[in-house]
């Protein structure tokens, strides 16, 4: 066997194990020097990094990677009794999402947090967000999506609290963990469920099972509900968005942007559990585990509050953070608007392909742009904060004068987020606009408006923050350091404008394809 | 029906601890809700495993008979140290806040509204 190959086969264990590592020696290496964290941090986040490339490549090239951890060949119990990870292209998708993510946010933070003490702390709790969230986007065993859940939320909740000198932080902190505590309780319980009825952990295992028990029993109607709820809380959905936008706007800059990656982690559990537990389908006699109709109502609905209510508070806000916190939980609804038609039409192949196959690519591409023009938004937001040292937009102005390439980098993020041609936000959105007007013409009026909304809320932003009269005394540019963390975001965003079908074929047809069974594929 | 007991208590532990989570104004009765939740998802997969007349999974030098079921055990284990983590957090972050506000009622320590 080749290195390659090696390599090949383990990439998905060593992309969770590398940052793990870097987690614990990260404070070790911190009593060398205050700059020694940063870049042991740094080494093993791009090696994690690195590790997705290699998955990635295989996972395209020769279907979906199955790791089986301490299992030799020949054993006599069956691979999926063990901890299995599963990697198929979603999952992969998801991936390459943290994978640029944390190292955009990685380098971003070496200036931003250079002013605080207590950096070692900062950077292996980073590395442990995103140990969370590979390890949510990669296992196949539903107990270790409970414990990567549990993971990332934690990390995160001190990483908010990062800022000691704040009351507010703290404060934003708690409601955050008190809503994920209780969230992963009753994730707890659901996997209990399952393992009470079928003896099992493993969710492609579930499936089968409950396939051959003749579908979905009341019991495991009950374990979806607790799901639905749980990973809708995580993605930052409407009903349970309260500690969303708190906990967005206390975080240090960079961790928003990640924060908005590790939110997501919760959307992949919530498509991952109702395509492949719920929506499994036995092809020999076509039947469905549950039909899904309901279910993809429930997530449109989900979608549609989201949207609306999200883009409505942002636009009252006053603090950028707090306001673009609110277009996060707004966009999250397209996502969930998206793909929730994909599950409601899920058991009518017809139907699915007519247009249920682009509102799912639409709501998936749409996941990775808002990773992208988000978490640019919120770099930049950080870097107002850095220089101008308030978020109130009332009390900023006429910072573009100086910070001339943050103001450039907000303008794509905003003009990406808007969904104005030919930025990438514009592709996803159509692709979805287009899909779903067939599906529920009134569903699509109602996601164009609030495209115009988020638009007007940003152009305010642009005003009142970069316009104006030339302060007195006018901040200078960020440091390099967090501009080549907005840097490598721009780059990929204005990549995924130009260049949109290319990433939709490759990229993300193959999750698409992951998700629903009969399309065949990886 | 008393075979069933165990997760009847299970669930009211949940409920419980979500209610009080709801109804107290206390930040620290929150977490002591919180911690009653989790009692109550333990004791569910514990009793989830459990066969009557079982004896301990270990294989070695076992004197026969059925066993529990190992599996439950060892979620049960992990999700107690998850607990813990996530309770000494939870109380972490409450005595930060009050230093910073005097208080450990969750309707005066808010300053973040809108």
């Known amino acids: 066997m080749s290195l390659w190959d090696f390599i090949g086969t383990h990439s998905a264990i060593l992309a969770v194990a590398f940052p793990l590592l870097g987690a614990f020696l990260t404070p070790v290496v911190g009593r060398l020097g205050e700059k020694a964290s940063r870049y042991v941090s740094f080494f093993f986040l791009s090696l994690a990094s690195l590790m997705v490339a290699f998955m990635a490549v295989r996972v395209w090239d020769s279907g979906p990677l199955v790791y089986t951890l301490g299992y030799r060949s020949g054993s006599s119990i069956p691979q999926f009794f063990r901890i299995q990870l599963y990697v198929d292209g979603f999952g992969v998708f998801m991936a390459i999402i943290m994978a640029v993510v944390s190292l955009a946010v990685c380098m971003y933070s070496w200036a931003f947090v250079d002013r605080y003490t207590g950096q070692e702390k900062y950077y292996t709790l980073l590395q442990l967000v995103a140990v969370g969230s590979y390890g949510m986007v990669l296992t196949g065993d539903i107990f270790n999506l409970f414990v990567f859940f549990e993971i990332s939320s934690m990390a995160l909740c001190g990483l908010v609290a990062f800022r000691t000198e704040r009351g507010e932080s703290f404060e934003a902190a708690f409601k955050y963990m008190l809503y994920s505590t209780i969230s992963g309780v009753l994730l707890l319980f659901a996997v209990g469920i399952f393992y009470g009825e079928y003896d099992l952990l493993n969710m492609r295992a579930i499936a089968e099972a409950m396939s051959s028990a003749g579908g979905a029993s009341v019991l495991d109607k009950i374990a979806l509900g607790l799901l639905v709820t749980v990973f809708s809380l995580k993605a930052g959905s409407v009903p349970m968005h309260m500690p969303t936008p708190d906990a967005y706007s206390e975080a240090p800059g960079g961790i928003s942007a990640i924060f908005v990656a590790a939110s997501q982690a919760g959307l992949y559990a919530l498509f991952r559990t109702s395509f492949t537990i719920y929506g499994h389908y036995d092809p020999i006699s076509g039947a469905f585990n549950l039909d899904t109709y309901t279910l993809g109502w429930i997530v449109i609905v989900l979608g549609i509050l989201s949207m609306f209510i999200g883009v409505t508070m942002a636009l009252v806000q006053k603090d950028i953070k707090r306001l673009m916190a609110y277009h996060a939980i707004s966009q999250t609804g397209y996502m969930f608007l998206g793909v929730g038609v994909g599950i409601a039409v899920l058991s009518d192949p017809v139907k699915m392909a007519a247009f249920g196959v682009d509102a799912m690519r639409g709501g998936i591409f749409h996941i990775i742009n808002h990773a992208l023009y988000k978490g640019l938004l919120f770099l930049t937001a950080g870097a107002v904060f850095y220089r101008a040292q308030t978020r109130n937009l009332n009390e900023m102005h006429g910072l573009g004068h100086t910070m001339k390439y943050t103001m450039v980098f907000f303008m794509i993020g905003a003009l990406a987020i808007a969904g104005i041609p030919p930025m990438n936000g514009f592709s996803s959105k159509l692709l979805i606009y287009e899909s779903v007007y067939q599906f529920n013409p009134i569903i699509a009026a109602i996601a164009m408006l609030v495209s115009v909304l988020t638009l007007a809320s940003f152009v305010k932003v642009f005003y009142s923050a970069f316009m104006g009269p030339r302060p007195e005394n006018p901040p200078e540019e960020v440091p390099p350091s967090m501009l080549a963390g907005m840097t490598i975001l721009v780059v990929l965003i204005l990549f995924f404008s130009l260049f949109p079908g290319l990433i939709v074929t490759r990229i993300v047809d193959p999750a698409v394809r992951a998700l629903v069974p009969y399309l065949g594929g990886v | ?114």
């Open chain 2, 1 to 114: 029906m008393l075979w069933q007991l165990p997760f009847i208590v299970s669930a009211l532990l949940v409920i419980i601890g979500l209610y009080i989570c709801i109804a107290k104004t206390n930040l620290i009765k929150m977490v002591m809700g919180v911690s009653l939740m989790e009692s109550g998802a333990n004791l569910f997969l514990v009793s989830l495993g459990y066969r009557k007349g079982g004896i301990a999974p270990i294989y070695t030098s076992s004197p026969g008979g059925e066993m529990v079921m190992p599996t439950p055990q060892a979620l049960t284990l992990t999700s107690i140290v998850i607990g813990v983590a996530t309770t000494a957090l939870m109380l972490s972050f409450i005595v930060m806040m009050y230093k910073h506000y005097r208080t450990c009622d969750a309707r005066k320590a808010r300053r973040l509204r809108g």
